[in-house]
């Protein structure tokens, strides 16, 4: 079983449209019917872009060295509507979230949020921390339902929280635990009706779809409105399709989301140890997020890890995870 991608800790707030439109850099030529005009044409009227980020400063700070073949290159992450990402209870977290939902509200826009704070989270990996306790959870995620009640978003909810208790990286009552506190996640989101819920369910080379089905009905699927795949990894939208389409058969029909973020060029090379998931050279930008896919049970394709953004300081001149990469984003680009 291939490696997963650890999760980088975003601590950043969510990137800025300029306006126009980008196209994917890099897609595979073996794509083709993931890839026709519709999909590429622009960014999704639907989505909302947060007018903050790393990307839009990076780009700012790049006209203004007057690097404006690379600026131009960074737009192209920083023109699409990115996922937002809500990771500690630091004060604050619950205005923040009622900002973007009204923001996105007034214009038409649905936007993206990605909650990742569940306890334990990552098992001790680059992205090792979250609630201190399950109470703390409940309070955490309770107050994030409330601040979206009356407005339309996305939610992607708790990456690797599933795949890693399947794997076995919890004790068997912290993985009780954190199946009770889906659960409840799940059912705290759905007192907002205008919000998509979207439990993670890893990627087509982590977990087979026979042993990931249970575990997501044990995390509350069923009255989730589906599952996410691929989020901060790299594996091809075709096979994640394939892969998505095998689980939903499984678990009655469930619609899913695919992170399209950095899968361009697919993944890196096995057997590179960390360096195939932690900021592996080579990759480029994939589908640009949108709601219209082309494929009846994928909902819509994302972009929920930040382009740009490292993975963690897994090598020298790589900076810990979360943090603005600027040669790595450069090259995700095309530049």
Sequence with gaps: MARRARLSL?????????GAVAVAAGARENEPE???????SAVSPHLYVDPSGAAVAAVRALDQAGRRRDA?????IADQPTSVWFTDSNPGFVERARRLAVAATAASRMPVLTLYNIPYRDCAGHSAGGAADAAAYRRWVTALAGALRGHRAIVVLEPDAVPQAVRGCLSPQRTAERYGLLRHAVAALRTAPGVRIYLDAGNPTWVAPARMA???RSAGIGTASGFALNVANFETTADNVAYG?????????KHFV?????????PAQRGAGDRHWCNPPGRRLGIPP???TGHTMVDAFLWVKRPGESD???????????HWFPAYALSLAGG
């Design 214 to 216: 249970p575990a997501l």
């Design 312 to 322: 963690g300081a897994c090598a020298p001149g790589h900076p810990p995870a979360g």
């Design 10 to 18: 975003i601590l950043a707030t969510s990137l800025i449209a300029l």
């Design 72 to 76: 131009a290159f960074v737009r192209r």
């Design 245 to 253: 389409n095998g689980l939903a058969r499984i678990l009655g029909g």
């Design 34 to 40: 993931l890839l026709s005009p519709p999909l590429l």
């Design 258 to 266: 695919v992170d399209t973020s950095r899968n361009g060029n697919g």
């Design 290 to 292: 949108t709601l219209r």
